[in-house]
């Protein structure tokens, strides 16, 4: 069309945004890295996160399923416990605290 414009964004579809808690100090070097390597701070960021998501991610050890619960939410919605600490744990325990009775 004559007379007509097109505008390119980077952006386009939009990207989620996403909000990382990351010390002053190494978003700061980070940032300067970036900008010495013609990258922005995002660039570098999906560079390693599609790197870091691309290693196979190993089946639990048998101790560790021992710790994985399927558990119900209130209204039926399902959720994946993961127990973190040591010693004996009650799974019956867990559902009835999250049940709410």
């Known amino acids: 069309m004559t007379g007509m414009m097109e505008v390119v964004s980077p952006n386009k579809p939009k990207t989620p945004v996403s909000n990382f808690r990351i010390p002053v100090a190494v978003k700061a070097r980070?940032?300067?890295?970036a900008r010495r390597d013609g990258k922005s701070l995002t660039d570098v960021v999906v560079e390693?996160?599609?790197?870091?998501?691309?290693?196979?991610?190993?089946a639990p050890t048998a101790a560790e399923r021992e710790r994985i619960h399927e558990l119900v939410l209130p209204g039926g919605v399902p959720?994946?416990?993961?127990?973190t600490i040591g010693g004996d744990h009650n799974v019956a325990a867990m559902q009835k605290a999250l049940s709410g009775d």
């Open 48 to 58: 390693m996160l599609t790197e870091y998501a691309s290693e196979p991610i190993a």
């Open 79 to 83: 959720v994946t416990c993961y127990c």
């Open 30 to 33: 980070a940032q300067e890295r």
